[in-house]
């Protein structure tokens, strides 16, 4: 199954940045800088972002801060060769292609693991082991930050909303509509809810 999923997101990585330019217009360009404010450059020395796709947020990431080492991770080569000619000029950025539920990382080292538009296309018993992963791999005052849309306005955009949820599987994707923040806070200390500036996206800012 993992096989077709890789697949599906290799053949999908040759249109994935037109297909998110068309429907989120200027707005996806905001979320991202909005992420990548909450790192703090004195403090974040190693930066995650999980499921990274074509490493849009990457960019920002090491805009933000030229000292902290950043990574993204992927399971899809064709997703990681889009995010390696975005991130061309970025000298402190690598890639790596590794599934979610098994972080080439080590324990603890880990200041902030971003995880943007992603987690609802994980399927439900691998977000318990990603979940669990990005706690193995945080430092103890580390933050999961993880960003996801909103249920959209227009129908049809709104119809594969729900199709992508439904990617998880019917349980877990009840189980986050109805019950998001209090599954979130079976894992973390404290977990904070904010909204993007169009209100499009929800981020959740997660202490270990
Ligand atoms: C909708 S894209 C999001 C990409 C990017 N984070 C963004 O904001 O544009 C979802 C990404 O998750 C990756 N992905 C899904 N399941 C994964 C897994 N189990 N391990 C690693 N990557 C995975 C896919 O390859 C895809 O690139």
Redesign the pocket.
């Known amino acids: 199954m993992?096989v077709y999923?890789?697949k599906f997101?290799?053949l999908?990585?040759k249109i994935?940045d037109s297909f998110?330019n068309l429907h989120s217009k200027n707005s996806?360009h905001e979320a991202?800088k909005a992420l990548a404010a909450l790192i703090e450059p004195q403090r974040d020395k190693v930066v995650v972002?999980?499921?990274?796709?074509?490493?849009?947020?990457l960019a920002y990431l090491a805009d933000r801060s030229n000292v902290s080492l950043i990574i993204g991770?992927?399971?899809?080569r064709?997703?990681l060769k889009k995010a390696k000619e975005k991130i061309k000029d970025k000298n402190n950025i690598y890639l790596i292609e590794?599934?979610?539920?098994r972080l080439p990382l080590r324990n603890a080292k880990c200041d902030k693991i971003?995880?943007?538009?992603?987690f609802y296309?994980?399927?439900d018993k691998?977000q318990v082991n990603?979940l669990n992963e990005v706690k193995r791999t945080l430092k103890p005052s580390g933050h999961f930050i993880m960003?996801e849309h909103e249920i959209p306005e227009n129908m049809f955009i709104r119809f594969l909303f729900y199709l992508?949820i439904l990617s998880m599987g019917i349980k877990a994707a009840l189980n986050i509509l109805k019950r998001e923040e209090i599954y979130l806070k079976s894992y973390f200390s404290k977990v904070r809810k904010t909204y993007t500036s169009s209100k499009k996206s929800k981020i959740y800012i997660c202490e270990k």
Do not use: Q
């Open positions: 993992r999923r890789r997101y290799n999908f990585s994935y998110v996806g991202r972002d999980i499921c990274t796709g074509t490493g849009s947020l991770i992927d399971f899809s064709g997703m590794a599934d979610v539920t971003f995880c943007s538009h992603a296309e994980v399927k691998d990603l960003m992508r």
